[in-house]
Nanobody, 121 residues
Framework: QVRLVESGGGLVQAGGSLRLSCAAS????????MGWYRQAPGKQRELVAV???????NCADSVKGRFTISRDNAENTVYLQMNSLKPEDTAVYYC???????????????WGEGTLVTVSS
């Protein structure tokens, strides 16, 4: 059983910053990619940023230069530092992890329940 718990969302004014955290718990072999997606009202869920276990990262063009993803493999945690926030960043942010589960040692994707980020103008 794998669980992802996000924290750090909230209300912030445009230009402000927030830091999201997502911790994975449960019994598993390891975690491959960990990342963040977001879904704004009336829109499809989209990739924000992803980090491989080795630390290579990829961000959506819309957040490059403003958002930074990082992870702590020892703590099974991924972070998203969001700076210079804009009203269009308002969305529910979801954590995603590709987990190597036991005993099959197969990769399975898991999602957190989401955390709301609201950026006021």
């Amino acid at each position: 059983q794998v669980r992802l718990v996000e924290s750090g969302g909230g209300l912030v004014q445009a230009g402000g910053s927030l830091r999201l955290s997502c911790a994975a718990s449960g019994t598993f072999y390891s975690i491959n990619n960990m990342g963040w997606y977001r879904q704004a009202p009336g829109k499809q869920r989209e990739l924000v940023a992803v980090s491989s276990r080795g630390g290579s990262t990829n961000c959506a063009d819309s957040v490059k230069g403003r958002f930074t993803i990082s992870r702590d493999n020892a703590e099974n945690t991924v972070y998203l530092q969001m700076n210079s926030l804009k009203p269009e960043d308002t969305a529910v942010y979801y954590c995603n992890a590709v987990v190597i589960v036991v005993p099959t040692i197969q990769p399975i994707g898991f999602w957190g329940e989401g955390t709301l980020v609201t950026v006021s103008s």
